[in-house]
């Protein structure tokens, strides 16, 4: 029975949502119709950016891998989540769960410092807006990027890492509905205090120094938007960065409920509604929060459409 890796079980069962019967076919098709609309959505914005150079700017450039990190993100978990809401009982293997933890924490890490990225750029877009294209250029945007996406490769292995010194015996059933840390601590039967003390420390700095760096870059803004004289251009000014307060607001709020709790007043219900924010509905609402108020996508579509009625006829 062993992995050989010192635990002594193969596989884990997943509870899930609910264990009540006459919601799983309900849930199953509001889960399946969020994915369609996440993975469509995400997609559909990726393809606009990559096809009209007209919006080839630091702002899209992140938005891009927004909607790629999203697009993955969400499919880490959910098609196994829909497996589980048809199936009798929900098994996953031990490989396959330290493999879902891995890129469940390299994606939501990887978004928690695309999300700081953006909240620089609208920092110097407002505050700095005739340097814009020399303090964000390409160069500096793609260090960003690599910078965000090393840092999230290093707290996944730190992850998993930690999760494969563990050793699981008989307990098997992990109490939520994909493989998160803290209801997999919670079947370790040897000592978790080393595993609790790093995920700590790691959620804390990947929380709080994305968190504190977008709250001092948004003070900045308040400030710069106070001091213009129109109206109309601190109404502008304030529209440019409305929908990434609005994404970043949920994002972190939910990631803080969920891991920065003490685990005695941790409630396993809670965690399972708080991460269905920040895993399921955040990557559905990401392209309707980026698009709907943005005059650039809708501009992006109706030269695609345009395009693609040209090439037709």
């Given at each position: 029975m062993s992995t050989g890796n010192g635990s002594f079980v193969t596989e884990f069962i997943l509870v899930g949502l609910t264990d009540h019967p006459a919601l799983q076919c309900p849930l199953f098709f509001l889960f399946l119709a969020t994915y369609i609309f996440t993975v469509m959505g995400n997609l559909g914005l990726i393809t606009l950016i990559g096809l009209n150079s007209h919006i080839h700017t630091p702002m899209y450039f992140f938005l891009f891998n927004l909607s790629f990190i999203d697009s993955f993100y969400s499919s880490v978990l959910t098609p196994k989540m829909l497996m589980n809401f048809t199936s009798k009982m929900n098994i996953i293997s031990y490989q396959g769960c330290m493999a879902q933890l891995f890129f469940f924490c390299f994606f939501v890490i990887s978004e928690c410092y695309v999300l700081t990225s953006m909240a620089y750029d609208r920092y110097v877009a407002v505050c700095n807006p005739l340097l814009y294209n020399i303090v964000m250029s390409p160069k500096v945007c793609a260090n960003l990027m690599f910078g965000s996406y090393l840092i999230a490769f290093s707290g996944a292995m730190t992850y998993t890492g930690c999760m494969l010194r563990l050793t699981f015996c008989d307990a098997n059933t992990i109490n939520h509905f994909f493989c998160d840390v803290l209801p997999m601590l919670q079947l370790s039967c040897t000592s978790t205090y080393v595993n609790e003390l790093v995920l700590f420390i790691v959620a804390s700095i990947n929380i709080f120094v994305p968190s504190i760096t977008?709250?001092?870059?948004?003070?900045f803004i308040l400030y710069s938007i106070l001091h213009i004289s129109s109206t109309e251009g601190r109404s502008k000014a304030f529209s440019t960065c409305s929908s990434h307060i609005i994404a970043v607001s949920l994002f972190f709020g939910s990631c803080v409920f969920m891991y920065l709790q003490p685990s005695s007043a941790r409630s396993m219900n809670e965690g399972k509604i708080s991460s269905l924010f920040y895993t399921i509905v955040i990557?559905?609402?990401?392209?309707?929060?980026?698009?709907?108020?943005?005059?650039?996508?809708?501009?992006?579509?109706?030269?695609?459409?345009?395009?693609?009625?040209f090439h037709h006829k």
């Open positions: 977008i709250f001092i870059s948004y003070g990557p559905m609402m990401n392209p309707l929060i980026y698009s709907l108020r943005n005059k650039d996508v809708k501009l992006a579509l109706k030269k695609t459409l345009c395009r693609r009625k």
